[in-house]
């Protein structure tokens, strides 16, 4: 999709170019506006609603061109949305090509660290520790860090958000990575009904505050933009953990019934677990000083 709104717009350009050759000093003036803000969402906007009014007026063949293409003149938002199934898994192979390409797309990742859709099956976004489909005993081996990879290409937006933990800070990546031009993905904790969350559904919010307030999750920026100006492009939100690790998997019965069915094992793999996490968010601190 994203490839056809890219080639149709690139030819709308042509277009409006040609036409400003044709027309008088106010036409070009508006086409050279339009064209200045041609990647900037916001800013486009009101530049493609003055250049759609300027073309209605021309009695040229090629308004009538691009008028039959003017739903194209603004710049639009493009999203792709997934779980983690496809983005660490199944669809890792093209997710990495579309950040890999440097094109201006957003992707946002639910990540429920599990196959949800589809039986609850554990995928590579599965902690350790957590009893899914194929992973009765636990999953013993770690969560693959998709952001980290992500961030090695230097040019892609990064983040990771929990929405219930720091709203600011969720509204905040969104509106940066909208805002790039090229690829960004934010990665977003997402509870899920196989989690089984002893409070249920509904408290979902406070499952991603206390998740942060743990170091089950860490929330962090990278914006290459920063780096170009001298600065620190990675940011960490987080702060270190305020909760016991093991309080919180301890209210998720993908974690809890561990200690029911394999006790011995339940011990050791939540000792790994929460070494894991420590491990993690001692990384990201040191990230954040590679910049500095």
Same mark, same amino acid.
């Given at each position: 999709m994203y490839t056809a709104y890219n080639q149709i717009r690139s030819k709308l350009c042509d277009l409006v170019m040609q036409l400003s050759e044709k027309e008088g000093a106010e036409f070009k003036d508006i086409a050279q506006k339009w064209y200045d803000t041609y990647f900037d969402t916001k800013a486009n906007e009101k530049a493609s609603e003055d250049m759609l009014a300027a073309v209605s007026k021309s009695k040229s063949?090629?308004?009538?061109?691009?008028?039959?293409?003017?739903?194209?003149?603004?710049k639009k938002s493009i999203w792709i949305f997934g779980?983690?199934?496809?983005?660490?898994? *199944?669809?890792? %192979?093209?997710? @990495?090509?579309?950040?890999?390409?440097?094109?201006? +797309?957003?992707?946002l990742v639910f990540d429920t660290e599990v196959y949800s859709n589809t039986g609850g099956q554990s995928s590579k976004s599965t902690p350790i520790g957590a009893v899914a489909q194929f992973a009765a005993a636990g999953k013993a081996t770690k969560k693959k860090d998709l952001a980290q990879i992500a961030m090695s290409y230097g040019y892609v937006y990064v983040a990771q958000v929990a929405m219930g933990s720091?709203?600011?800070?969720?509204?905040?990546?969104?509106?940066?990575?909208?805002?790039?031009?090229?690829p960004s993905i934010i990665i977003a904790y997402?509870?899920?009904?196989?989690?089984? *969350?002893?409070? %249920?559904?509904? @408290?979902?919010?406070?499952?991603?505050?206390?998740? +942060?307030?743990?170091?089950?999750?860490?929330?962090?920026?990278?914006?290459?933009?920063?780096?170009d100006q001298g600065k620190n492009p990675f940011t960490l939100d987080s702060k270190a953990p305020t909760m016991?690790?093991?309080?919180?998997?301890?209210?998720?019965?993908?974690?809890?019934?561990?200690?029911?069915?394999?006790?011995?094992?339940?011990?050791?793999?939540?000792?790994?677990?929460?070494?894991?996490?420590?491990?993690?968010?001692?990384?990201l601190q040191k990230y954040a000083k590679l910049y500095e």
């Open positions: 063949p090629l308004a009538k061109e691009i008028m039959k293409q003017k739903q194209f003149l603004s779980g983690d199934g496809w983005a660490y898994d *199944i669809g890792f %192979g093209g997710l @990495d090509h579309v950040i890999a390409s440097g094109e201006d +797309v957003n992707i720091d709203y600011s800070q969720c509204v905040k990546a969104f509106a940066e990575a909208e805002s790039y031009h090229g997402a509870p899920c009904i196989n989690h089984g *969350i002893k409070g %249920g559904m509904n @408290d979902t919010q406070k499952v991603m505050k206390q998740a +942060v307030a743990a170091g089950y999750w860490q929330t962090f920026r990278f914006d290459p933009r920063l780096k016991e690790y093991n309080d919180f998997i301890m209210n998720e019965v993908r974690y809890s019934s561990l200690t029911l069915s394999f006790p011995d094992r339940a011990k050791e793999l939540f000792e790994k677990a929460k070494q894991a996490a420590k491990d993690k968010y001692d990384y």
